[in-house]
């Protein structure tokens, strides 16, 4: 840990990843220590097309903690973004305690200032929350000296950002503690496992979702017979078959169980009580797009998952991605800038049979997409290294193209 003897910051800046479960979080048994009433497992999505960026200084003039996302400063004393600066200062804390000389003391009575980016919509139901709460305890922890196990740290800034910690493929196993020790997130296979995996972000809405993520999961815990049934009778079985999918790479049982635990938990979002709406109508085209091409191809070649919003995630591999992403232009056409319509990894053009788009009974949708995001499996959080990425200036406040 750096000693600050000349009054001039210390910065680290860290980027992390968003993840899409695959078996959903939907529900907390303690909302302080956001510990979940089932175990999930995601896909860690690559920080090439998808990431949060956080800068974090130190000083010993900053006269008080600070914090700005996606350009604007906000309340540094959000309880959860206390709850996580808080207890990575205490493990600072304790190996100074232990007896590591390199800790400075000094150092840890210092305010910081944090400077956050997405490169993607926020609150939009693309695991936001998940990608900057992760960035932001990964990047603390670089600049503190903090060493182990950070995804229970993560967890209590946002339940899923604990998935984000880690690449590749991985579990959020709920625990059975009350003080929430043993509720971790755990690498099931890495982002290296299942290179022919394939992912599209179809944005139906950069728009703030109409129900958060929070609020929601209160109101389902409270009302929604069907969530218990699921946490209780639904989910540990799937979760196996799931996680023997992703280690025998078995695309369609791992398909199969993505839509089914989608659709399940988005009808415990209707059997909530209000009932509350992530889907629109964008989506429910997306869904009988999909079953309608796999019912044309004779087998499960794309599937669908949808989180806390509007937007599809799909899954597939890379011999049949070229031939699906032209059926969505197809059936979703796309404004005339065709250019702005497609970002990430490039997909080589397909022509598609006229048999195809006849079986599949659907009239267009234009302008249905906003636009579509191609990428695969990513690792966890990473350091930059090159101060010039870092997103506070010299001041220790933002640069102004951030």
Not at 301 to 311: K, L, Q, S
């Amino acid at each position: 840990m750096p000693g600050d003897n000349v009054g001039k910051p210390q910065m680290v800046t860290c980027t992390a990843p968003v993840n899409i479960a695959v078996i959903k979080y939907w529900g907390k048994r303690n909302e302080e220590l956001i510990l979940p009433i089932n175990s999930s497992l995601s896909v860690t999505l690559h920080q090439d097309q998808l990431k949060t960026t956080t800068t974090v200084a130190s000083c010993r003039s900053f006269q008080e903690d600070r914090i700005w996302l996606n350009g604007k400063e906000e309340d540094v004393n959000h309880p959860r973004l206390q709850s996580c600066l808080r207890e990575i200062r205490r493990l600072a804390r304790k190996r100074r305690s232990d007896g590591d000389p390199s800790v400075d003391v000094t150092f840890l009575s210092h305010k910081v200032h944090i400077c956050s980016v997405n490169n993607f919509p926020t609150a939009a139901g693309l695991a936001s929350s998940a990608a900057g709460f992760a960035c932001l305890v990964y990047t603390l922890a670089q600049l503190y000296g903090v060493e182990g196990e950070l995804s229970g740290i993560a967890r209590q800034g946002s339940g899923s950002a604990c998935r984000s910690m880690y690449g590749g493929f991985v579990q959020w196993i709920m625990g059975q503690r009350a003080d929430g020790k043993d509720s971790v997130a755990q690498q099931v296979e890495p982002e290296s496992h299942w290179p022919e995996l394939r992912i599209l972000v179809l944005v139906a809405s950069a728009e703030r979702k109409p129900v958060g993520s929070t609020s929601g999961m209160q109101t389902s815990v409270e009302t929604s017979r069907l969530l218990k049934h699921r946490a209780d009778s639904v989910v540990p079985d799937r979760l196996k078959q799931m996680i023997e999918a992703v280690h025998k790479k078995d695309f369609a049982a791992f398909a199969e169980l993505t839509m089914k635990d989608s659709n399940q938990f988005h009808a415990t979002c209707l059997d909530t009580y209000p009932p509350i709406f992530y889907l629109n109508n964008v989506s429910r085209q997306v869904i009988s797009l999909v079953h309608q091409y796999n019912r044309h191809c004779g087998e499960t070649r794309v599937a669908y998952t949808f989180d806390a919003g509007p937007n599809a995630v799909i899954y597939t591999l890379q011999e049949h991605l070229a031939e699906f992403v032209q059926v969505v232009r197809h059936f979703f056409p796309p404004e005339s800038n065709g250019e702005k319509f497609f970002k990430g990894l490039p997909v080589d053009h397909a022509v598609l049979s006229e048999e195809l788009t006849k079986d599949i009974c659907l009239e267009p949708m234009p302008k249905g997409i906003s636009y579509i995001i191609s990428t695969e499996a990513g690792p966890g959080p990473c350091v930059m290294q090159d101060p010039i990425q870092h997103l506070l200036g010299a001041d220790a406040l933002p640069k102004k193209n951030v």
